[in-house]
């Protein structure tokens, strides 16, 4: 309110019907968009110093992949150190968070939980499959398509999970670092690589680029066992636009010409949300392609490395 004083705003203005008040004291276009990068820009104007955005509202700023019920909640998260209040706002949750392990890093003006101490402060929330998924954002970012950096390293990851020994969720937080991965460019492919791993085949490299016999880049598969040229490609809805369409058969063509059998996958295998996972359908699907180019149940060689 005293900044809208201070910039010659009259009182009643503030009670128009086109602004909304999503926190006391706060005023927002309602036009815009509510969203949790919306409301945490709200609540940042009346954020004392020793808050913390944390947990899942620092997750979705980050651009973490989580389950579709937590990219919903609008609710915000905030965190302090001991010794200071709890945030009590409405639309907020409080957490109390030990100094060392909220490392605080500024993204957009706005003072957020890192995100290897993010990623930890998940596992009271996720099951161990998602946090693979967070996991393996964290140190693949959007590089193999050329996009985006890693936001950290897989040591980073190592050394948050040591400063938060013992908090809830720390068993999952080690199950989930042993399956982290560089390469996954979705939450979808990091749960196909799991499922096939789980039915026993060996375990493919995400986002491999294959080559041609000159040594020339053909295409990248979602998932690839180069051992056996086998990969395997997901087909989402968004594939149905006719030119995505052509660009996916001349990319199908050319991965043929190469001598790689590829496998289809779609939503009937791994849904968006995770919560369909059709894992024996699919992985005897890829097992009789394999099984097609050599492999035998019991080979579990062409296991890519862990990852930066």
């Given at each position: 309110m005293?900044?809208?004083?201070?910039?010659?705003?009259?009182?009643?203005?503030?009670?128009?019907?086109?602004?909304?008040?999503?926190?006391?004291?706060?005023?927002?276009?309602v036009?815009?968009?509510?969203?949790?990068?919306?409301?945490?820009?709200?609540?940042?104007?009346?954020?004392?110093?020793?808050?913390?955005?944390?947990?899942?509202?620092?997750?979705?700023?980050?651009?973490?992949?989580?389950?579709?019920?937590?990219?919903?909640?609008?609710?915000?998260?905030?965190?302090?150190?001991?010794?200071?209040?709890?945030?009590?706002?409405s639309?907020?949750?409080?957490?109390?968070?030990?100094?060392?392990?909220?490392?605080?890093?500024?993204?957009?003006?706005?003072?957020?939980?890192?995100?290897?101490?993010?990623?930890?402060?998940?596992?009271?929330?996720?099951?161990?499959?998602?946090?693979?998924?967070?996991?393996?954002?964290?140190?693949?970012?959007?590089?193999?398509?050329?996009?985006?950096?890693a936001?950290?390293?897989?040591?980073?990851?190592?050394a948050?999970?040591?400063?938060?020994?013992?908090?809830?969720?720390?068993?999952?937080?080690?199950?989930?670092?042993?399956?982290?991965?560089y390469?996954?460019?979705?939450?979808r492919?990091?749960?196909?690589?799991?499922?096939?791993?789980?039915?026993?085949?060996?375990?493919?490299?995400?986002n491999?680029v294959?080559?041609?016999?000159?040594?020339?880049?053909?295409?990248?598969?979602?998932?690839?066992?180069?051992?056996?040229?086998v990969?395997?490609?997901?087909?989402?809805?968004?594939?149905?636009?006719?030119?995505?369409?052509?660009?996916?058969?001349?990319?199908?063509?050319?991965?043929?010409?190469?001598?790689?059998?590829?496998?289809?996958?779609t939503?009937?295998?791994?849904?968006?949300d995770?919560?369909?996972?059709?894992?024996?359908?699919?992985?005897?699907?890829?097992?009789?392609?394999?099984?097609?180019?050599?492999?035998?149940?019991?080979?579990?060689?062409?296991a890519?490395?862990?990852?930066?």
């Amino acid at each position: 309110m005293e900044r809208a004083r201070l910039a010659g705003v009259h009182p009643s203005r503030l009670d128009a019907e086109d602004l909304r008040r999503p926190f006391h004291g706060v005023r927002q276009g309602v036009g815009v968009p509510e969203t949790v990068a919306s409301r945490a820009l709200a609540y940042a104007e009346r954020m004392p110093p020793r808050q913390v955005f944390s947990h899942v509202t620092a997750a979705l700023l980050w651009g973490m992949p989580l389950p579709h019920r937590l990219e919903r909640d609008l609710r915000l998260h905030v965190a302090v150190a001991p010794g200071s209040t709890r945030p009590l706002a409405s639309g907020v949750v409080g957490h109390v968070v030990r100094a060392d392990r909220l490392g605080v890093v500024a993204l957009g003006g706005l003072r957020l939980a890192s995100p290897a101490d993010t990623w930890c402060q998940l596992a009271s929330l996720l099951e161990v499959d998602d946090l693979v998924a967070v996991g393996d954002f964290l140190v693949t970012g959007q590089e193999p398509s050329g996009r985006s950096a890693a936001l950290c390293t897989r040591s980073e990851l190592e050394a948050a999970i040591r400063r938060h020994r013992g908090c809830r969720g720390a068993i999952r937080l080690r199950a989930a670092l042993a399956l982290v991965r560089y390469g996954s460019l979705s939450r979808r492919e990091t749960f196909m690589r799991l499922d096939l791993l789980r039915a026993g085949l060996p375990e493919p490299t995400p986002n491999l680029v294959v080559s041609d016999a000159n040594g020339v880049a053909v295409a990248m598969v979602d998932l690839g066992f180069a051992e056996y040229r086998v990969g395997i490609e997901y087909q989402s809805d968004l594939h149905r636009d006719p030119a995505r369409y052509r660009s996916d058969v001349r990319r199908l063509e050319r991965l043929l010409d190469a001598g790689w059998l590829i496998v289809q996958a779609t939503a009937d295998d791994v849904s968006a949300d995770g919560r369909l996972r059709n894992s024996a359908e699919f992985a005897d699907r890829v097992a009789k392609r394999l099984r097609a180019r050599g492999w035998r149940p019991g080979a579990r060689r062409g296991a890519p490395p862990a990852g930066p």
